[in-house]
């Protein structure tokens, strides 16, 4: 099936009304609709193979993404699975580096989410030839193999082929089988929600022997004082605790904000500045060891060398890796690799739709292979919208239990795609004729 040809690429706008509740919302973000440009790549194989992928977004930006993903479309119909995956750092840099489109990036921005969506559609259908889930496909490769499909362009300063090399183990996959890859919840306390809720939602997640908390702060100081004592007096002084700004603050307003939190304990402050700003990044990391509080970030790293920058200057002590913001797969490896150099644990991003599905996968091969550790780790969960996927995530005494069907877990019901397009999908046209957004 790795001579199947990929004879059509579909992408649809498909979004949830979430920003009605409060879910998802934060100090920048104050009514997202969880979004994604869905991507489906057909093939003319006569077992009727298709991959799917998709790229995370928040509402009215996604018309951009999919006419992005319509641009690059054209680079990957016509090709065979076995011709990208033959040379897949080449196949990356045609994406990425295309003449006539890496002006409107290069790397960053719309054009690369959408590199994003197609690269997961074809990881997908490479996992689905293989018949396995794509955590194990990476497990299970040669690591010659596997180097072969990053682009090491611009990093080789920080990690040469040889390196990365040697980060890759062959180890601890018992462990994950039997119990599966630790997770933190942000889904007790966006930051749209009432204190009611926030106490009821925790006050669950507890008796559901949830351990670890993360709380949206950054729009009023006063507001995070409350909420975040409400939630340290319910999880108690032993349960991890991280805040996350989403780039709400100055450099300088970030280190005073997050001092006078300090006598919450949180274990990191996300995102708590532009996310372009290494050196502010490095700044706040600096200010804010004694107090034992590290810098998390990622989640808009557009790329390999911006994580590159943030490691060589300490910036950040937790590398919050994204299924979707980056060069898919092949630029995550980079990043995974990198963050082992450096020594700094990964603890993925995965608060959108579908992120929870797919960033599994790679945080599962960083623990297989890479890194072997549990220290300072945990990957993000988020409780909402799983039910669209075909093989939603599978979460037991939060822990990622690792999937087992074929693929990226990209796959959603065709269903909730139908319902959810926008904008003529019933969801979105009885919300129109109600006049609610
Ligand atoms: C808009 C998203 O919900 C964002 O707030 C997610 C995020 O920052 C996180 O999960 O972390
Ligand atoms: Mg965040």
Redesign the pocket.
Known sequence: MLESKITHLTVCDVRFPTSLEQ????AM?TD?D?SVAYVVLETDSDAALKGYGLTFT?GRGTEIVVCAVKALSTLVVGKTLKEIIGDFRGFYRLLSSDGQMRWVGPEKGVIQLATAAILNAVWDLWARVEGKPLWKLLVDMDPAKLISCIDFRYITDALTEQEALGEVIKDCLEQMLKEGYPAYT?SCA?LGYTDQQLTQLCSEALAQGWTKF?V?VGADLQDDIRRCSLIRKLIGPNNTLMI?A?QRWDVNEAITWVTKLAEFHPLWI??PTCPDDVLGHASISKALAPLGIGVATG?QCHNRVMFKQFLQASALQFV?IDSCRVGSVNENLAIILMAAKFNVPVCP????VGLCELVQHLILFDYVSVSASLNNRMC?Y?DHLHEHFKSPTIIRNAHYIPPKDPGYSCEMLEESVQKHQYPQGEVWRAIEQQGKQ
């Not at 879910?23 to 934060?26: A, K, L, N, V």
């Not at 991003?349 to 959108?352: E, K, L």
Request: hydrophobic share 15%; charged share 35%.
């Open positions: 879910h998802g919302s934060d973000h997202p969880y928040v942000t966006w993360k949206k996350d989403n996300e995102e989640e919050q991003h995965a608060g959108g993000e988020v």
